[in-house]
């Protein structure tokens, strides 16, 4: 089965610095990889995901992740983060399940930004 | 417009009962999800539908039935409430059940409290 390894739980930054948050995955043939936030008090939305070819994927809100399948990583990066950028981010990784997948989540990460 | 509603956003209740939490979503999404995220912000999927047919059974207690009337609502519902059920419940759509590469809408969260 999938896994997904979220390092950090909680990414304190000062506002416009820049931000890495890490991703984890175990390996697999084939993956699919997403980065979901999660504004307080809200349901998830899509901040970017990998499905094949370039391995710089570039998402909404200034945000980007690079799929590494050495390292089977796929971290998210954000040159200058602003306030607004404070909510849990979720690194996920789709799972075939008989003839139908399911996300495999990690655990997620809380970026605090400080101004 | 909502694109993925759910009802209740909160629900406090006392061990034992019984409670539902509504879910629908406007997209014209064949596929509907429940997640139940803890007070850790694990995120774990419990049940997926496509066209109205259970696709996904997580390892779910049987005291939680889903159902789902047409393929734009999936409700929940709990039966004999108990402590550890105090979570939030999302409910999610996605436009069929086999695109591994396929952006999952989340509605906003039912936050139940047992007592």
């Known amino acids: 089965a999938q896994s997904v390894t979220q390092l950090d739980s909680q990414v304190p930054v000062f506002e416009e610095a820049p931000v890495e948050l890490r991703c984890n995955y175990s390996?697999?043939?084939?993956?699919?990889l997403f980065w979901y936030v999660q504004y307080p008090n809200q349901g998830l939305q899509l901040l970017l995901k990998?499905?094949?070819?370039?391995?710089l994927v570039k998402g909404i809100n200034g945000f980007e992740a690079e799929f590494n399948k050495s390292q089977t990583s796929f971290h998210l990066r954000k040159p200058s983060v602003h306030i607004s950028d404070t909510a849990e981010y979720f690194c996920?990784?789709?799972?075939?399940?008989?003839?139908?997948?399911?996300?495999?989540f990690g655990s997620g990460t809380r970026l605090l930004v400080r101004p | 417009d909502t694109a993925v509603s759910q009802t209740p956003k909160y629900l406090v209740t006392q061990m034992g009962n019984d409670k539902s939490i509504k879910c629908e979503q406007n997209?014209?999404?064949?596929?509907m999800y429940w997640y139940k995220q803890d007070s850790k912000k694990f995120l774990k999927i419990m049940f997926s539908?496509?066209?109205?047919?259970?696709?996904i059974n997580e390892t779910v207690p049987n005291r939680f039935s889903p159902k789902s009337p047409d393929k734009a609502h999936l409700n929940l519902h709990i039966n004999s409430l108990e402590l550890g059920d105090s979570a939030v419940y999302f409910c999610?759509?996605?436009?069929?059940?086999?695109?591994?590469?396929?952006?999952?809408?989340f509605g906003p969260g039912t936050r139940l409290l047992v007592l």
């Open positions: 539908y496509n066209n109205k047919e259970l696709i």
């Open positions: 990998y499905l094949s070819g370039s391995t």
């Open positions: 997209l014209g999404h064949d596929t």
């Open positions: 996920a990784v789709s799972e075939v399940v008989d003839s139908s997948y399911k996300l495999i």
């Open positions: 390996s697999s043939v084939s993956v699919y």
């Open positions: 999610a759509s996605s436009p069929s059940d086999w695109g591994p590469q396929e952006t999952q809408y």
